[in-house]
């Protein structure tokens, strides 16, 4: 039973009870039984007006409750002139705008972190309670859109708080970190993915540049004075005028030519880190692509390897360095004959629209296993290999400004692939 109908049924019960016992004790003096019920009727009033003030707070408080429960923060009381109604009403007040100015700012925070995540130039991804990815945003999903399964692998095998960088294709470099934070009481986790492509290479080429010139200085040093030395003893005729010295002469030719080749090697590793800067002028890419082909026909031929074009009629005009792009295509296709070894083809397409070029071996692939490391310095999956040939080729197409990818698609079907915008 509620407390107003108590109250009610209590008031209603004194009063008659009051009623009768006045009946009852002044029945024989009639100014004392009127007296007697205009106290009652008075009682009654006051009971009525008691009544009112006991039940307007909790009507304000039903109010107040109802406000909260919709979230509405805006409901406020205006004092009625009593004390102690007041106060609660003060009260009241206080704590609806407490709550209105904490869930304005709870509002705000949760918008700027909504606008940060989605702006992020930081890959993130939300998990809900049940490990599913629940949101993403622009930077993640543009970076896991041809790679999604691959990076939801490597996030599962993380730990909270553990980190891992992830080079995908050989070529693009991923931080990737698992984390959380608490929602509700409960930790939710999060990923964060960045690209550090450029970071690595930046690094890597600091390294292994700094190997070259202490190598290559100091064979120069070594090979130059040798080489100098042996000429001088081969073309000193008095030397070899007594006595049969053929075969001392043979083996410091071989040593002379040893060097040249040293020199030769040492060179190629130089050309790496001595790259000229870029000139970009218009270069039609068809008649380079049909000059690379011709280049590499001879050797294609004695290898039975077929090249098979699907090119534009009409000119195809990039702001490239000739010298350089030819230098590209050259190590692609010759990287390409190297992977098919024997009876094959190589295709070079260009999509005009698109503004892409990909040339697609037939050879065997990239085994999975060594993906991660294609484009790695020095590496290099030829026994007599120097590993500079795909990063002659990633260093110019990137001082160009072109994006490129190297992967197998299926079992006889390997595709480099050079962005041309």
């Not at 002469?249 to 790259?275: S, W």
């Not at 094959?344 to 040339?359: E, N, R, V």
Request: with cysteine.
């Amino acid at each position: 039973m509620k407390l107003k109908n108590k109250y009610i049924i209590f008031v209603v019960t004194v009063h008659l009870i009051c009623l009768v016992l006045s009946f009852l004790i002044f029945e024989q003096h009639k100014l004392l039984f009127i007296l007697s019920e205009v106290l009652i009727i008075l009682s009654v009033l006051l009971s009525i007006n008691l009544y009112r003030q006991f039940i307007q707070p909790l009507a304000y408080l039903k109010e107040g409750i109802n406000a909260i429960q919709d979230r509405d923060f805006s409901v406020r009381f205006l004092p009625t002139g009593r004390g102690e109604m007041d106060e609660l009403i003060q009260v009241y007040n206080q704590m609806m705008d407490a709550l209105r100015e904490e869930r304005t700012k709870q509002q705000e925070q949760h918008f700027f972190l909504e606008k940060l995540i989605e702006t992020s130039p930081t890959g993130i991804v939300i998990l809900d309670f049940d490990q599913q990815v629940k949101q993403i945003n622009p930077k993640a999903a543009a970076i896991m859109d041809t790679h999604a399964e691959e990076f939801l692998t490597q996030m599962a095998s993380l730990k909270i708080g553990e980190a891992k960088t992830w080079r995908m294709d050989g070529l693009k470099s991923y931080k990737v970190q698992k984390s959380n934070f608490i929602d509700r009481g409960f930790a939710r986790v999060f990923v964060m993915i960045e690209e550090v492509t450029a970071e690595i290479f930046e690094a890597e080429k600091n390294a292994y540049g700094k190997v070259i010139r202490m190598m290559a200085h100091e064979v120069n040093n070594t090979v130059g004075p040798v080489n100098s030395i042996l000429s001088l003893a081969l073309g000193t005729d008095e030397l070899w005028i007594s006595g049969n010295k053929t075969s001392l002469k043979n083996a410091i030719q071989v040593a002379v030519d040893r060097n040249q080749n040293l020199n030769l090697f040492m060179r190629n590793f130089a050309d790496l880190v001595k790259l000229t800067p870029v000139k970009k002028l218009p270069v039609d890419l068809v008649p380079l692509v049909q000059t690379v082909s011709d280049f590499m026909q001879i050797k294609a031929r004695q290898q039975a390897i077929v090249f098979e074009f699907d090119l534009p009629h009409q000119p195809f005009l990039i702001r490239a360095d000739a010298q350089q792009m030819e230098q590209v295509l050259i190590n692609i296709v010759k990287n390409a004959m190297e992977a098919i070894g024997s009876m094959g083809t190589i295709k070079f397409s260009l999509d005009a629209i698109a503004q892409i070029l990909t040339i697609t071996d037939s050879g065997e692939g990239i085994p999975t296993a060594l993906k991660e490391q294609l484009f790695s310095p020095f590496f290099s999956t030829k026994k007599d290999g120097q590993g500079i040939g795909l990063i002659l080729v990633r260093e110019i197409l990137l001082h160009h400004g072109f994006e490129f990818s190297l992967k197998t698609i299926q079992p006889g079907h390997t595709e480099f692939m050079i962005k041309l915008n």
